[in-house]
């Protein structure tokens, strides 16, 4: 089965290491997917904001719960409730197994709550697994369909 690119995946992760962690990740796996990092939530919403058209929009947006200016769940708020930004699917990747944050994130609208494995073997099978799921079993969006 061929694998299907997505358009670009959005990265919200204030910690450099993780971010780090992140791409190598994706890298070492047959991730094919265009990653724009940013550092908060006010960078994720700035950069969503500078987006000039449907087709230039993110397929997938991660977020990590805890940042500073702006939190994941003030964006995946902000996100759900924008008329422009709604139908990108927003997944968590946090640090975070608080029931209460998981809770939330489904109540906020998210996709998914998926918290980071400490060792690194582990984190690149989660995101192999996460990229395979996004790419070969789910459906989002393609550019240029909006209803």
């Known amino acids: 089965m061929e694998v299907e690119q997505l358009?670009?995946?959005?990265v919200?992760?204030?910690?450099?290491d993780h971010a780090y962690l992140l791409r190598l990740a994706f890298e070492s796996?047959?991730?094919?997917?265009e990653l724009v990092f940013v550092e908060d939530g006010v960078e994720a919403m700035d950069y969503l904001e500078s987006c000039d058209s449907f087709e230039s929009l993110?397929?997938?947006?991660?977020?990590?719960?805890?940042?500073?200016?702006?939190d994941g769940f003030e964006v995946l708020e902000k996100v759900k409730s924008s008329r422009?930004?709604?139908?990108?699917?927003?997944v968590i990747l946090t640090s975070?197994?608080?029931?209460?944050?998981?809770?939330?994130v489904y109540e906020k609208g998210g996709c998914?709550?998926?918290?980071?494995p400490v060792k690194f073997d582990e984190f690149r099978d989660v995101i192999a697994s996460f990229y395979v799921y996004w790419t070969q079993v789910a459906k989002?969006?393609?550019?240029?369909t909006r209803s």
Do not use: Q, W
């Open 84 to 90: 422009t930004f709604s139908h990108i699917p927003v």
């Open 7 to 10: 358009p670009r995946i959005l």
């Open 29 to 33: 796996g047959d991730a094919k997917s």
């Open 140 to 144: 989002i969006p393609k550019k240029g």
């Open 58 to 70: 993110p397929g997938l947006i991660l977020l990590d719960i805890n940042m500073p200016r702006m």
């Open 96 to 104: 975070s197994a608080r029931e209460e944050d998981i809770a939330r």
């Open 112 to 116: 998914s709550f998926v918290s980071k």
């Open 12 to 16: 919200a992760e204030d910690n450099e």
